[in-house]
Nanobody
Framework: QVQLVESGGGLVQGGGSLRLSCAAS????????MGWFRQAPGKEREFVAA????????YYTNFVKGRFTISRDNAKNTVYLQMNSLQPEDTAVYYC????????????????????WGQGTQVTVSS
């Protein structure tokens, strides 16, 4: 059974930074791309960032480019999301997820392409 556990969320002032972590309990973590998504109250879950299985390719949604960085440490079975220059609009529950397909060169951005999800961690940015 795959378990993903996010941590690192919290309350931060606008312009501040947070680093989210997602620890995976799976031996084959290194075979799969990972994604970060977020969901604000009353809104659908949306793509934030993704990284392929080797860490060589990353994707970002336009509104976080230049501010957020996704990375992974396959030796620690962990994926990270460094968030800088946070804005109130970034307030949401952030989820990490594992994609369905092994060794895909380009990580997907669709919610439906991910099969295992963490419980989420709340990020609140004050103005």
């Amino acid at each position: 059974q795959v378990q993903l556990v996010e941590s690192g969320g919290g309350l931060v002032q606008g312009g501040g930074s947070l680093r989210l972590s997602c620890a995976a309990s799976i031996r084959t973590f290194k075979n799969y791309g990972m994604g970060w998504f977020r969901q604000a109250p009353g809104k659908e879950r949306e793509f934030v960032a993704a990284i392929n299985w080797s860490g060589s390719i990353t994707y970002y949604t336009n509104f976080v480019k230049g501010r957020f960085t996704i990375s992974r440490d396959n030796a620690k079975n962990t994926v990270y999301l460094q968030m800088n220059s946070l804005q109130p609009e970034d307030t949401a529950v952030y989820y990490c997820a594992r994609e369905v397909v092994e060794f895909r060169p380009y990580p997907p951005v669709e919610v439906s392409a991910y099969d295992y999800w963490g419980q989420g961690t709340q990020v609140t940015v004050s103005s």
